[in-house]
C-alpha cells in the first residue's frame, strides 16, 4: 500500500502515520502545492493519497487514478477542492475531518467579528505606524456586538458553534438560514436562534452575517448583490467558511455603498492569490485561513484522517465517509 500525505502535518500525526503499519507512506517534501504533473504521477502510484484543502487536483486525474486509488483520506473537513462525482465515478473513496475543528473554527469567527466590528486591525495598524494622538471622544468608533443581531448561513456544526458563543457569551439574538428544517431543540440548545426562509430575510435582520456553509458549486457566489442589498445599513460580513461563497465584486460594491461597514475574512477565491482590491479597504480584516489553526486541533485532524484510513483499509466503514 503506497501511501501519500500532500502537504507537511503536525509532527505528532505524521509519525502516528508512519508507524501505524499500513503501508508505505510518503511525507511530501517541500511543503508546497503539487503541479499538475506531480498529480499525474501520483495517480499512477498511490493507492491512498491525503490531501488537503489548498490542494487542486486536476480534472484528468480522476480517470488516470481509476483501479490504482482507493481513497482521498482527507485532511480537513471541507472537501470542495475534491470533486466527489469523479471521485466515487473512479472507485475512489473520499472521508473528511469533522468535529475536531468545530470549537476553533467558530472561535476565529467570533475573533474577526470584533476585530471588524471593533476596528482592531485599523487600531494596531495606526498604533505601530506612531499614528495615535491618544484617546480622544470620537477616536476609531466602531460596532456594538453585545446584544446585537446575528445571521448565519449555514446552521452546521461550526454555525451551531458560533451561535451558541454569540448569544451564552454577548447576548446576541441570532437567525439563521439553513436548507435543512432544523428541530426546535436543536435551536434551543444553540442560541435560541431562529429560523428564516431565505438569506435574504436572514440578512435584512443581521447586524453581522457569519457564513458557515460548505463551498463548491451549490453555494458558488450565493452571497451576492441580492444578499448584501437586503442587510441591514453598516452591517458586517464574516466569512470563515470558503471564498468562493461570496461574489467578491459585490462585497466591494456593498462596502462602497456602506450596507457593509466592515467585513473580517479568513477566506478568498483563488486563494492565497488575493485581488489587490483587499488591500485598499482599511475596514476589512484580512486573516490567511487561519479557523483550524491551533496547535491541537491540526494534529486531531491528522488523526482523524488516520482513524478513518485505518477503518477503510480494514474493510469497515470509516467514520467520516463522505457519501
Ligand atoms: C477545513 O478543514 O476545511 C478548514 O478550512 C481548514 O481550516
Redesign the pocket.
Known sequence: MKILVTRAWPKAAESRLEQAGLGEVTLRNPDTSMSHDEWMAAAETYDVIMPT?SDKIPAEFYPAAKGKLKIFANY???FNHIDIDAAHANGIAVTN?PDV?TDC?ADLAMGLMFAAARRIGEGERETRAGGWKGWRPTHMIGKKVTGATLGIIGFGRIGQAMARRAHNGFGMRVVFQDAWNVPDDIKAANGNAEQLGSMTEVAAQSDFLSLHCPGGADTYKMINADVFGALKPGAILVNSARGDVVDEDALFDALDSGKLSAAGLDVYHNEPALDPRFLTYDNIVLAP?L???TDGTREA?GHRAIDNLEAFLKGERPGDLVT
Do not use: Y
Open positions: 484543502v480537513g473537513v471541507g475531518t475543528l473554527t485561513h479557523g483550524s489553526a485532524m
